[in-house]
């Protein structure tokens, strides 16, 4: 009987397509995909760093899954991967004894020879080498997540160094994918029956491929703008992209979609802080006054595009009048949703040596002020939404009644509907009826 691994994904999306990948990878070499750790041979922790908070849940799981074991069965081979194992490196086998493997975060390809190996009883694994050439994006829709909405990579790790962040450091230079593999893998979905792909990546609008094979027919400014183009051409009926960052945000791309109507109406555009200071300290590499501008051109755009946004409070050294400033730019830019963090140090980072420190009691105190101001600011966007049309590709069954379905609208809102015959796959259109504080309500129109 083969072997059967078990893979739990933490973290961000980035995460959740290497999982595929690993999966797809671990199928060809003959392994089983299990659907929970107990029973499995084999558990791989696919692990986030992006908060020590996130990474003290990994440690709480390896006891966990080590408790497996029981009088008729061992416990399975443990392995960590994504960003704590490439941060960590050689340090956990350390602190977590029952760990037999760390694997980095471009190690995916070459899981099913570490596992053989550790069958083989060699311990304390560890592969934190870089990928390897003949290493492509491979997923088998068996391992995708939905059968509707795919991931496809585009831009893999980061080269801007914010001051706050650990990416860099967990997931390497930038390293674009090539776009004739991008529009491959996209045609090759759209013939599968996939109503929608998010082209990720930490920085998408960063994407720079070494050649330009594939976009030769295509015109942009920057090659993000043609492969959003290219991408476009395929046919596929919904595409969105995240995340895009400021300094390399061209306005070519609001073109762009402005052009194709199946690339999607939302751009999520990290702000981080509206204080020109402590961006500076966050070296974000854009003032207050640069990100306006290109939102502008966001907001002028003739299709009305969803906008949001990620902002840290409380990152060292941020005083009341720097939190007013990210205030204000909060309430100026009307974002349709804001994700909001409280700084956390992240050791390994240069922000981690700044002392200055904010309280805890004051980052809370600016978090929930700031969540106050977006809750108003986004109850008046939404409302905006009430009487127009949205269309949803609908995903399941509403959580809160049985009569109705969710799903996404293309400026990716949960939108909550009537049902009447809508199928999980389907695209419907949607009059909207109702603003809720996070989703909206409304009523399938029938074409
Ligand atoms: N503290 C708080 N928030 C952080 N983020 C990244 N690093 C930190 C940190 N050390 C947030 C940023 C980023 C999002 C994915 O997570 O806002 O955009
Ligand atoms: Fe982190 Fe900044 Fe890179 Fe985003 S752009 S992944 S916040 S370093």
């Known amino acids: 009987m083969s072997s059967r691994v078990y893979i739990e994904t933490f973290g961000c999306q980035m995460n959740v397509a290497d999982t595929e990948r690993a999966a797809t990878g671990l199928r060809k070499a003959g392994y089983d995909i299990a659907a929970s750790a107990e029973g499995a041979d ?28 029981s009088a008729a069965r061992k416990r399975p081979v443990i392995g960590v991967m994504g960003c704590v194992a490439q941060l960590e490196g050689e340090k956990i086998f350390k602190t977590l004894s029952a760990v037999d493997m760390v694997i980095g975060t471009q190690a995916t390809d070459r899981i099913s020879s570490l596992i053989e190996r550790a069958q083989n009883g060699e311990r304390s694994i560890l592969d934190l080498d870089e990928r390897r050439e003949n290493e492509v994006w491979d997923v088998s829709p068996a391992e995708r997540r939905s059968p509707y909405v795919a991931f496809v990579p585009i831009i893999e790790g980061c080269n801007k160094f914010c001051s706050f962040c650990i990416v860099p450091y967990s997931r390497g230079r930038e390293k674009s994918r090539r776009a004739s593999e991008i529009l491959e893998e996209v045609l ?52 969105k992209f995240t995340t895009s960052f400021p300094r390399d945000f061209h306005p070519d791309i609001v073109s762009a979609i402005e052009e194709c109507p199946n690339l999607c109406d939302w751009i999520h555009l990290p702000v981080q802080s509206g204080s020109d200071r402590i961006l500076k300290a966050m070296r974000r590499g854009h003032t207050a006054a640069d990100y306006l501008k290109r939102i502008e051109r966001i907001k002028s755009s003739r299709r009305r595009l969803s906008l949001t946004s990620d902002i840290i409070v409380g990152f060292p050294g941020e005083t009341e009048a720097d939190f007013e400033a990210t205030l204000k730019i909060v309430g100026e830019c009307e974002y349709d949703a804001l994700y909001m963090f409280k700084y956390s140090k992240r050791s390994g980072t240069p922000a981690a040596q700044l002392d200055d420190v904010v309280t805890e009691d004051q980052k809370t105190r600016r978090f929930l002020a700031l969540e106050e101001l977006q809750t108003s600011v986004q109850a008046r966007v939404c409302e905006g939404y009430v009487g127009r049309q949205v269309s949803v590709l609908v995903e399941k069954k509403s959580t809160r009644s049985e009569d109705d379905m969710m799903g996404h609208s293309t400026c990716h809102k949960v939108v909550n509907f009537k049902a009447q015959r809508a199928e999980p796959g389907d695209i419907v259109n949607v009059l909207i009826t109702q603003a809720k504080p996070n989703s909206l309500y409304g009523e399938r129109l029938h074409p």
């Open 42 to 69: 084999v558990v791989l922790l696919n692990t986030c760093s992006v908060r020590e908070r996130a990474e003290r849940k990994v440690f709480r799981r390896v006891g966990e899954v080590r408790k497996l074991a």
């Open 188 to 239: 090759r979905l759209r013939s599968l029956g996939y109503k929608e792909v998010h082209l990720i990546g930490q920085n998408v609008n960063s994407y720079r491929p070494k050649a330009l094979d594939g976009l030769e027919p295509f015109t942009g400014a920057t090659p993000f703008s043609r492969l959003l183009r290219a991408v476009a051409a395929t046919g596929m009926e919904r595409i």
